[in-house]
Nanobody, 121 residues
Framework: QVQLVESGGGSVQAGDSLRLSCAAS?????MAWFRQAPGKEREFVAA????????DYADFVKGRFTISRDNAKNTMYLQMNSLKPEDTAVYYC?????????????????WGQGTQVTVSS
């Protein structure tokens, strides 16, 4: 069993930055960030393999967000720069019992409780 705890969300202005953290208990392989805006489906943001050698980003965050992980701390991060109002959502971290970078929600076995990010214009 793996438990995931996100932190670092908050309310910021457009153009600001935030860094989200996801602390894991237990062994993790590929980890990912997803987000869900009000009235919308949960969507893929970014994923990283256990070694960090493979990373995937959704097109809408390329060049603005950076995913990383510190395996010594069993923690994953999402550095979010140049935030836009449309980035407003609950951000979730997830991990899967396997390797490979995948975008589908169904591929992920464990989820955190989410952290709210609100970006105002």
């Amino acid at each position: 069993q793996v438990q995931l705890v996100e932190s670092g969300g908050g309310s910021v202005q457009a153009g600001d930055s935030l860094r989200l953290s996801c602390a894991a208990s237990g062994r993790t392989f590929t980890m990912a960030w997803f987000r869900q805006a009000p009235g919308k489906e949960r969507e893929f943001v970014a994923a990283i393999t256990s070694s960090g050698s493979t990373i995937d980003y959704a097109d809408f965050v390329k060049g603005r967000f950076t995913i990383s992980r510190d395996n010594a701390k069993n923690t994953m991060y999402l550095q979010m720069n140049s935030l836009k109002p449309e980035d407003t959502a609950v951000y979730y971290c997830a991990t899967r019992r396997g390797m490979g970078v995948l975008r589908g929600l169904a591929h992920y076995d464990y989820w955190g409780q989410g952290t709210q990010v609100t970006v105002s214009s």
